[in-house]
């Protein structure tokens, strides 16, 4: 059975930088595409940036473009996400998820809050 887990989250200064990571065991890593998701209070989870398991092409929700930037580890079977220039409205529980086929799999989530 495969298993995310995220780390990395926590409180930051508007402007400020995080580094998500998350850890993945239990399947075949590489051959997953790789997203990250982020869900805020009262909204929907949206997506906030993928990475294909071949060629590492990469996608971003609009609003995170030029300021988070995902990639992955295959030898350690982990995936990050840098985020930089945050802002209040980033402020979600952010989760992991891999994806092949349709199937996939979900971390239990990382909390991050923009706050002065």
């Known amino acids: 059975q495969g298993q995310l887990v995220e780390s990395g989250g926590g409180l930051v200064q508007p402007g400020g930088s995080l580094r998500l990571s998350c850890a993945a065991s239990?399947?075949?890593?590489?051959?997953?595409?790789m997203n990250w998701y982020r869900q805020a209070p009262g909204k929907e989870r949206e997506l906030v940036a993928s990475?294909?398991?071949?060629?590492?092409?990469?996608n971003y929700a609009d609003s995170m473009k030029g300021r988070f930037t995902i990639s992955r580890e295959n030898t350690k079977n982990t995936v990050y996400l840098q985020m930089n220039s945050l802002k209040p409205e980033d402020t979600a529980v952010y989760y992991c998820?891999?994806?092949?086929?349709?199937?996939?799999?979900w971390g239990q989530g990382t909390q991050v809050t923009v706050s002065s």
């Open positions: 239990g399947f075949t890593f590489s051959t997953y595409t």
């Open positions: 998820n891999a994806k092949r086929n349709g199937l996939g799999y």
């Open positions: 990475i294909l398991s071949i060629g590492g092409g990469t």
